[in-house]
């Protein structure tokens, strides 16, 4: 399973909640050092919500080694820091279905379909007004960014959510709220639970 949505739309929470395996697509980040870094046109900003700033090829490796072995290793990264601080092992054993979630995540649809691992894809959405304060409090509290970039991309996004929801449908993911992807979490395990394949 597939989970995307804006920054702050509740990706983290409702996979918390599920009761599924999580891989978190955040940890694919590049680090800052990188010179391939996106920017905010007009601004020195670099821009963390343009899929440019991500690594969906290790994602996607990372996805088609838990379907295949049912563990992988996936670096962890430091969002306030903007690095990779270390690796952990993800090991879901052997549960037929995992939840990969993440503001870019929408971008691996077609990838996931392709190896024949996609059971479902979700894009999560509470509106903007909802999400940009959900998003400013979460990384206001967790120190992710200083408070003037924070307040200036949070303003940014708020503007473009209706633009970040139709790019990912588009790329095929299902528009919903938290309560109908909790519904399709549901009917995609208990359609799982008869097979010995593991899907994301």
Not at 145 to 162: C, D, H, I, T
Not at 169 to 188: I, P, Q, V, Y
Request: proline share 5%; aromatic share 6%.
């Amino acid at each position: 399973m597939l989970l995307c949505g804006p920054s702050g739309s509740g990706k983290s929470l409702l996979a918390a909640h599920s009761g599924l395996p999580v891989l978190r697509l955040d940890d694919f980040y590049k680090e800052g050092t990188d010179p391939t870094l996106p920017t905010v046109p007009h601004s020195s900003d670099i821009d963390w919500d343009h899929p440019a700033s991500w690594d969906a090829d290790a994602a996607v490796a990372a996805i088609g080694e838990l379907c295949r072995t049912g563990h992988t290793d996936v670096p962890v990264y430091d969002i306030s820091l903007s690095a990779r601080t270390g690796e952990e092992t993800v090991d879901i054993g052997r549960t037929p279905l995992f939840l990969a979630e993440g503001i870019f995540a929408a971008e691996l649809v077609d990838r996931c379909r392709e190896l024949g691992v996609l059971a479902d894809a979700l894009c999560l959405s509470r509106g903007p007004l909802t999400t940009f304060r959900r998003r400013f409090l979460r990384d206001l509290r967790e120190g992710r960014k200083s408070v003037p970039f924070l307040l200036r991309r949070g303003w940014r996004l708020m503007r473009l959510e209706r633009s970040v929801i139709a790019r990912q449908t588009a790329l095929g993911a299902h528009a919903c709220d938290r309560d109908e992807a909790m519904g399709r979490l549901a009917a995609a395990a208990a359609g799982r639970c008869a097979t010995s394949r593991t899907a994301a």
